[in-house]
């Protein structure tokens, strides 16, 4: 018997950063049971270099990373998604797209590190939305979502993000 792969979609507004971290822990956590990818409402066009450092000094490169529109992910052809992360307030707040499977939501708010001043400080600010996003993505591969309804994945997700570090 195989076990189902879970598609994954980590959303913020750029798609530079935290949504791009996300994605690399996913499938690198989901170690094949999990396919993340990642989108943006307004993506910024670019991947924050900063977040490919941080990736790459943590041993998960993302070389094919790209900043890219949600809208990839809610036209006909693209993947069924399962469960999706807001990472920003900002795209919590959005009116989202019609995704096809109606997939599980959860909000897991991590701070913005791609602005921070100066250099030095965005670094720790990227390390520290690294950690949190590692806490909760480890923690949700680690359910057993093969047996779990929607309301409880959605519930158990939403208990992760609360029970994190922030």
Known sequence: ??????????????N???SILGEALFNHLGAGRIRAFSA????????????L???????????EARSKSWDE???????EIDFIFTVCASTAGETCPIWPGHPTTAHWGIADP???EPMAARREAFELAYRL?????EAFVKLPLETLS?????????????????
């Open 150 to 166: 929607t309301v409880m994945i959605r519930e158990a997700a939403q208990k992760i993000h609360a029970e994190c570090e922030q």
């Open 1 to 14: 018997m195989t076990t189902p792969t879970f598609n994954v979609l980590v959303l913020c507004t750029g």
């Open 53 to 63: 450092e941080t990736l790459e000094k943590h041993g998960i490169p993302l070389p």
């Open 16 to 18: 530079s950063a935290r």
């Open 114 to 116: 791609a602005h921070i």
């Open 40 to 51: 943006g409402s307004q993506p910024s066009g670019k991947v924050n270099p900063v977040a």
């Open 133 to 137: 996003l590692r806490q909760r993505v």
């Open 73 to 79: 992910f809610a036209a006909p052809g693209a993947p």
